[in-house]
């Protein structure tokens, strides 16, 4: 019997989250006050609301009320409700939460991967468990990584910051532990056959998913093989953009392989 996913590289994932809090504060440091309220390519979302998301999420690890987005129907709304809180929030208050919260998030982070705490699981709204440390760094590395290079940058005409292969493989890690969830949840017809996920370049990797979820790769055999560029992956896989549009390619059955990708929304 296949294994399921492997554990997480927390020591990466943490020097990722790192690098995407120095790269946030670089970025949000240089906007005008206009495009500090500009919009994002979030729907609804101005920068400023994007920044105080992140600031949020980052504090809601460490103080009590975080406690209900562990137990929220919908992550989205969960996501919504503190950012309409700070939506009048000047933009010194904002920018002070954010660096408080992103500092004590990971400063948390690195005490809890160090110990049993880390592999304890925890839930996330719909998104189901997770061991707390992938939680942490997973969702903190993904929120930065994809709303700065998604949402932000493009959204005010900005050259989007770069990235490396260890920060992909965080956010991909986490990517795939979130759609491993989501896949066992509400399965697929006919993934029992499996699919392959490969995600070329840096931090890239194969995955195998079948009806429970993800697998690590083994030598038997898979229906379909869908191929695509990493760095695509938080786009299309986030559907901010449709697969079909993306360098994507599928090998085997690929209606299989389309059913699959249709259902991929990882938020």
């Known amino acids: 019997m296949s294994k399921r996913l492997p554990p997480a590289d927390l020591p990466n994932m943490a020097a990722a989250l790192r690098a995407e809090r120095a790269e946030m504060l670089n970025f949000t440091s240089g906007l005008t006050d206009d495009e500090w309220t500009a919009p994002s390519a979030a729907a609804g979302w101005r920068i400023a609301d994007v920044v105080a998301h992140i600031g949020a999420t980052a504090r809601s690890f460490y103080v009590p009320t975080g406690l209900r987005t562990t137990f929220a129907a ?9 950012v309409d809180r700070r939506r009048n929030w000047r933009r010194a208050k904002v920018t002070a939460e954010y660096q408080r919260a992103s500092r004590r998030a990971t400063t948390i982070l690195d005490l809890v991967r160090r110990t049993p705490a880390a592999r ?17 760094a997973g969702a903190l590395v993904f929120d930065h990584h994809t709303h700065l290079r998604h949402d932000m940058a493009p959204a005010l005409g900005r050259p989007v910051p770069p990235t490396d292969a260890d920060r992909m493989r965080a956010v991909l890690t986490w990517m795939i532990a979130v759609l491993s969830n989501q896949v066992a949840k509400a399965p697929v017809a006919g993934l029992d056959a499996r699919v392959a996920l490969t995600l070329t370049g840096p931090g890239g990797g194969t995955w195998w998913i079948d009806e429970a979820g993800g697998l690590a790769p083994s030598d038997g055999k898979v229906a379909a ?11 299309w896989g986030t559907q901010r953009s449709s697969w079909r549009d993306r360098d994507v390619t599928i090998t085997g059955d690929t209606d299989l392989g389309a059913r699959f990708l249709d259902t991929v929304n990882v938020i």
């Open 74 to 82: 919908s992550l989205e709304q969960a996501n919504e409700d503190p």
């Open 120 to 136: 304890a699981r925890m839930r996330l709204a719909e998104l189901g468990r997770f061991p707390l440390g992938l939680l942490m």
């Open 225 to 235: 093989h869908i191929t695509a560029p990493a760095l695509t992956f938080p786009d």
